[in-house]
């Protein structure tokens, strides 16, 4: 560490910067009047017990002034005891607090929200802004691309598919499969648990699962069909040393068999916790950003006749019964004021078994946990459509002038080709070497003419530079590394080096050596002077000298910051995405999202800046109070933008 600089966070923003509402989700007319047909004419066929119970419903329905509709549902042909089999233990809430500290250790704060954005602010790279004729201001050619691209980037997912916990509406039900029926056994802990796994693997790994409720029923040591509780599932599954089975090697019986399964699969529990762990009854706020963070959510709720009998609309009866049953919570809908809840009795229950469910109705969300699957590492059978990490052991390399001066630049690099190690285009000190013209200002990512891809990638190089009346030639007859150690990433780093006049640059050639720690403060000094673009320039010189810091976090969040201070919102984004990549645990994480937020609010990309405020906010990334109120208030102040901000919301 420097000797003067010590980690602290930056000012908190002096003005306030919730997106827009979304459409929430909703069935279509045609769907709507097919299920109530099917309803109408399954109860002409009802038992006279079934309709006397369903008129006296209906009664109360009216006079209460609920919101939902009842009918003869196939859950109303079955026991309560068959139906809701939710065994409560003694002390639910006992290690919760317990469970979620592993949890973490677990994650490392590695939630999906964190997941999801990682993969956004890894793509800067490849930004372009179509008024910009295509490529980010300052950025030369982006690595991996064509100089010439006028193409628009893709970053991340569209803002309307991510999961927002500001949103009006959203739902994880596409990542789930069919509805479920549990029959006659009250196994509903079992399905509510697997339901949440499914959602977890899809998300995390992509691609759909049917999984086995019989495999956690008989093997979980949860419960049985008289009655279960849900995590014994997770902790089960945790560990490595059991996975969960598909449907197609452990069918579902209905009854609680001997266990004949064993050993690991793809199918395995990273990390579960609690929404709340000290409150039966989390907060709404607290289960939406737990569906962001962490896939659908495993609750109790209290099923009484009007619940076991519900056919549609949004279900708001105010029972103070006790709990009895086990659901999955998949969505919201704030236009609704509800939960969209997946149940287990069947497609011929509610609304083709799933229920709108109020956020105050019948105790949901009681006792929520969420359960993250093991990547796909793993999980062989799926596909991971977010970048791979991997073990590099070259660095693209990218050539600023800022001589004053046209230069002529020439290089050799050591590279891997063919499976050797070797100097091309010849060895050093030989007649060959790869020549390129840069002017006054210019940025360069090199190219290499003998191989493609064609982005120059070498451990290391030498080069030299002429210009009229200078030359650089300190690297000429030493090895410049790019990459003196290897380094894990979801794509090549690059190599910033910056010719300067006097035949200096920014790696140190041509400079008396100088202690790493006195030009890191000296860059610190000028960064706390406002100096941003000296700043900037410093730090560059002290990452290029020492590539493998452990300071090298914070040089990158200083460089990001001073872009954005300088409204360089594309070039400060470059800088928070190599942190994000390559620094994914560090403690300073919150803060390059929060800043990362406010260079998308400079670029009026308003949608992935409330993705990267809640990530500060909602996340688990350590942020302190300070910085999560002041994610939120920005938050708030984006919400009610007029447009004078927010250029877009994709």
């Given amino acids: 560490m420097s000797k003067t600089f010590r980690p602290k966070p930056g000012t908190k923003p002096a003005r306030k910067l919730s997106r827009p509402k979304g459409k929430p989700a909703r069935a279509s007319s045609k769907k709507a009047k097919a299920l109530a047909t099917t309803y109408s004419t399954r109860e002409k066929k009802a038992p006279r017990r079934a309709k006397k119970d369903l008129k006296q419903l209906r009664k109360d329905i009216a006079k209460k002034q609920y919101s939902f509709e009842v009918s003869y549902t196939d859950a109303m042909a079955r026991p309560v005891g ?92 596409s990542e789930l499969g069919a509805i479920r029926n549990q029959g006659a056994c009250g196994s509903c802990w079992a399905f509510a648990a697997v339901s949440t796994i499914e959602a977890s693997n899809a998300i995390v790994n992509g691609g759909r699962s049917d999984l086995s409720e019989q495999h956690a029923l008989s093997c979980s040591d949860g419960g049985t069909c008289y009655g279960g509780w849900y995590t014994p599932i997770y902790d089960w599954l945790s560990g490595g040393k059991d996975g969960l089975e598909t449907e197609a090697a452990v069918p579902y019986k209905g009854s609680a068999s001997s266990c004949q399964n064993g050993g690991s699969t793809p199918y395995e529990v990273e990390a579960w916790g609690w929404v709340d762990p000290y409150k039966v009854q989390p907060g709404v706020e607290d289960i939406k950003a737990s569906i962001c963070k962490y896939g659908a959510l495993t609750s109790a709720v209290a099923a009484t006749p009007a619940f076991i009998a519900y056919s549609g609309g949004t279900f708001d009866e105010r029972s103070s019964a006790q709990v009895n049953h086990a659901v999955t919570l998949v969505g919201w809908d704030d236009s609704r004021n509800a939960w969209l809840m997946r149940n287990s009795w069947g497609s011929n229950w509610g609304e083709s078994g799933y229920m709108w469910i109020d956020y105050g109705s019948n105790s949901i969300g009681a006792y929520s946990t969420w359960a993250l699957v093991e990547s796909d590492a793993k999980a062989n059978s799926n596909t991971d459509e977010g970048p791979k990490v991997l073990s590099h052991a070259e660095r693209n390399l990218r050539v600023t002038n800022e001589t004053g001066k046209k230069v002529e630049l020439a290089v050799q690099w050591y590279t891997k080709r063919d499976g050797k190690w070797q100097w091309l285009p010849g060895a050093p000190g030989s007649s060959k070497s790869a020549g390129y013209s840069l002017a006054n200002g210019q940025s360069l990512n090199l190219d290499d003419p003998t191989h493609e891809p064609f982005m120059l990638q070498a451990k290391k190089v030498r080069l030299w530079a002429t210009a009229s009346g200078q030359s650089w030639e300190h690297w000429k007859t030493r090895d410049l590394d790019l990459a003196p150690a290897a380094y894990e990433a979801t794509e090549m780093d ?74 360089n919102y594309w070039d400060s984004l470059l800088y928070f995405a190599e942190f994000a990549d390559h620094h994914s645990d560090h403690d300073w994480l919150p803060y390059v999202y929060y800043w990362a937020g406010s260079s998308y609010v400079g670029l009026g990309d308003c949608g992935y800046a409330v993705q990267l405020y809640e990530a500060v906010a909602y996340s688990d990334l350590g942020s302190s109070q300070e910085w999560i109120k002041a994610a939120k208030d920005t938050i708030d102040w984006l919400g009610k933008d007029d447009g004078k901000v927010c250029k877009s919301w994709d």
């Avoid at 991996?144 to 039900?173: H, K, L, R, Y």
């Avoid at 730090?539 to 000298?545: G, I, P």
């Fill in 82 to 173: 068959e139906l809701a089999g939710l065994s409560l233990p003694a002390k639910p809430l006992r290690d919760a607090a317990k469970q979620n500290s592993r949890a973490r250790k677990a994650t490392q704060g590695r939630d999906l929200m964190v997941r999801s954005l990682s993969r956004t602010l890894t793509k800067p790279k490849r930004m372009a802004e179509k008024d910009k004729g295509g490529l980010p201001g300052g950025l030369g050619a982006p690595v991996g691309s064509s100089s010439n691209s006028d193409t628009p980037a893709s970053v991340g997912n569209n803002f309307a598919d991510i999961c927002s916990p500001s949103a009006e509406a959203f739902t994880w039900q």
């Fill in 494 to 567: 690059v190599f910033e080096l910056r010719l300067l006049p006097g035949g200096k640059d920014s790696a140190g050639g041509g400079e008396p050596d100088q202690d790493p720690s006195d030009l890191f403060d000296a860059a610190y000094d000028l960064f706390g002077a406002g100096k941003y673009a000296e700043a900037k320039a410093e730090f560059a010189a002290w990452k290029a000298q020492n590539p493998t810091s452990p300071d090298v976090p914070y040089a990158l969040y200083f460089m990001g910051v001073a872009e954005h201070q300088l409204d």
